[in-house]
């Protein structure tokens, strides 16, 4: 969800100069409710969505919303755990990283599975290819990791769960059986020391890697579902399955407009936990804190169509309810499985 190269540059500079300048708020308690949003959810087709959250937090809190747009995931960490953002919507890595900054960097809210509860609160992380192409990477009629040697691949950010620490430790995990792949490691995947890949890009955000998949820029590309659901249709196979097909959708908003009608198939589908909104309590503090809690795992909150969409809504919305979905309340053990990758 990318607005223009030139509004993605502006953005960009203006976070990092109020993210890195130093002028934290201390720890201090105002008169503001800062949220700060990753690219995935900085586009402009979500903004009513956004506003939407906005309204009812002010409307809570008595308190103003301002919205800070992003388009690094590095930025977003850095401006919640500094205290420049008082909450803010990220995977589960970046909220670690961001409470490895500072403890009171802490969850408010997790979005539940269809269930309504957090037995299924998961989503998925995709290793994607194109449909064309798809023989390629399979070895004995089956899809085999053992075909992306050699090959070039996009990930999202080193920050992001389901588009880098959740595909690259399954990519260890898989070559470090092997004797010539056994020093593998995130850091020689990113910057392509390890010699598995031949080129390895970074898309920014979820919908930046696919379409550096089906602009053909590489030949595997690391993205989410939950992420560009709005812009693709399944084709063929059942969802988040090995060998599902989808097409991009013929009136897609960029950057997808761009790959109308592209398809491509997933090679490897893995599940992983839900990602938080978090709140750094210090800047927030708890009378707040407690509100918004209390708000975003509301009925009202679930229920609301500006928020939670469905397949058929005329407008993009931030979540899909298909059933029972709503956000609950979790504590900070219930994203242990993620801290474990990185061990």
Not at 44 to 51: E, F, G, M, T, Y
Not at 126 to 152: I, R
């Amino acid at each position: 969800m990318k607005k223009t190269l030139l509004m993605s540059s502006v953005l960009a500079l203006s976070i990092a100069l109020a993210a890195c300048s130093g002028q934290t708020s201390e720890g201090k308690v105002d008169d503001k409710i800062d949220i700060v949003w990753y690219p995935n959810e900085s586009g402009s087709d979500l903004k009513a969505s956004r506003d939407e959250i906005g309204e009812l937090i002010e409307k809570a809190t008595g308190k103003e919303v301002k919205h800070h747009l992003t388009t690094d995931y590095a930025i977003a960490i850095e401006t919640i755990a500094n205290g420049n953002a008082d909450m803010g919507f990220m995977g589960s890595n970046s909220y670690i990283e961001a409470k490895k900054k500072n403890d009171a960097v802490i969850p408010l809210a997790v979005q539940s599975g269809a269930s309504g509860t957090l037995d299924d609160a998961i989503y998925y992380s995709w290793l994607a290819v194109d449909v064309n192409e798809q023989d390629a990477f399979k070895k004995d009629d089956e899809f085999s990791l053992d075909t992306v040697e050699g090959k070039s691949i996009s990930f999202v950010s080193n920050s992001s769960t389901s588009g880098f620490k959740v595909p690259s430790s399954t990519i260890i995990k898989h070559f470090s059986e092997t004797g010539k792949y056994a020093d593998l490691s995130e850091e020689s995947i990113m910057t392509g020391a390890g010699g598995l890949f031949e080129q390895v890009l970074f898309g920014n955000s979820h919908q930046g890697s696919a379409v550096n998949l089906l602009k053909d820029d590489v030949d595997i590309a690391a993205f989410c579902d939950t992420c560009v659901e709005e812009y693709v249709d399944l084709k063929d196979g059942e969802a988040n399955t090995l060998g599902a097909v989808y097409t991009v959708k013929e009136n897609a908003a960029e950057p997808f407009n761009t790959v109308a009608g592209k398809d491509f198939a997933l090679m490897n589908v893995t599940p992983v936990l839900n990602e938080p909104f978090v709140a750094n309590l210090e800047t927030m503090g708890q009378e707040d804190f407690d509100t918004i809690q209390a708000l975003f795992t509301s009925d009202e909150f679930s229920n609301n169509k500006k928020i939670f969409g469905s397949e058929d809504s005329e407008t993009a919305t931030l979540f899909t309810k298909e059933d029972n979905e709503r956000f609950l309340k979790v504590e900070d053990a219930w994203f242990n499985p993620i801290r474990e990758l990185t061990k």
